[in-house]
Structure formats: structure tokens, C-alpha cells
């Protein structure tokens, strides 16, 4: 449904977009936390993780449940706002391939032997990893 054709408040909660349009206003207008606002913006990784770079800028636990069921946005929030490795999401990270080689390199900065079966699913991601870490097959 377009935004413009929402008539109840229920309808525009419900909306796909509404966490990224509450992020937005957080972010661009308020310049600040917006708590009133972030039950709506925890409903979505991506929204999530933009809102504690930029807005909150530190750890913001009642969102990683959220965070912690995407790759992409887990291994980000690891490397960026936790800076460490995050153990409670690596089942999900792990899932992708390159997701999974990211945070080898850049959070654990060694080999990730559980998840190296994963990354092997991908020649090209596996090709990086081979690479930077020297591992020679037989």
C-alpha cells in the first residue's frame, strides 16, 4: 500500500517503511534519541544498526534480538558499535558466506574454523579467505 493511502495509525505501524521513516526523522530531524520512536525502529536490523551509529552511539541491547537475526547487519553492529566479536549472533552471521568471511577478517581477525565450511560454499569468498589468511590446499 502507498504511505499517502494509510488512514488509521494501525495501518502506518504496520507499513514496511514505517522503522526506516522513524529512523530518518531520529537521524535528519531530531538530530537525537527519539525513544517515543524506537519500538518501531528495533523492528528492523538495518534501521537498528543506523540508529545506534549514528544516533545512540553505543550498545543498545533491547535492539539485538532484531539485529541478531540478519548477517549483514550483526556483523556490522559487531565490528562498529560492539567492536568485538559478538558470540549470541555468530550462529547468524555464519549462515553467509560472506558475511561470515567479513567477520573473520575484520572482528575476530583469524580463522573462523566453525564457519569455514559456509565460506567454502562460495569460491569467491573462500578465494579471499584462502588468500588472506594463507591457507594452501592439497
Known amino acids: 500500500a502507498n ?3 494509510l488512514e488509521t495509525a494501525e495501518e502506518v505501524y504496520a507499513h514496511p517503511s ?3 521513516w522513524a529512523c530518518w526523522y531520529a537521524v535528519y530531524v531530531l538530530k537525537s534519541r527519539w525513544i517515543e ?10 534501521c537498528s ?3 545506534i551509529k549514528v544516533v545512540l552511539k553505543s550498545r543498545w541491547a533491547e535492539a539485538e534480538a532484531t539485529i541478531k537475526k540478519d548477517p549483514e547487519w550483526a556483523y556490522w553492529y559487531a ?3 560492539l567492536q568485538s566479536r559478538w558470540i549470541e549472533a555468530e550462529g547468524v552471521i555464519k549462515e553467509s558466506p560472506e558475511w561470515a568471511y567479513k567477520y573473520a577478517i575484520y572482528v ?11 565460506i567454502k560454499t562460495s569460491p569467491e569468498w ?3 579467505y584462502k588468500s588472506f589468511f594463507g591457507i594452501e590446499e592439497v
Open 3 to 5: 504511505v499517502s493511502s
Open 18 to 20: 514505517v522503522a526506516y
Open 37 to 46: 520512536g524506537e519500538d518501531v525502529i528495533k523492528t528492523s536490523p538495518k
Open 49 to 51: 544498526y543506523w540508529y
Open 79 to 81: 565490528r562498529e558499535s
Open 108 to 118: 575476530l581477525k583469524s580463522r573462523w574454523l566453525e564457519a569455514e565450511d559456509v
Open 126 to 128: 573462500y578465494g579471499f
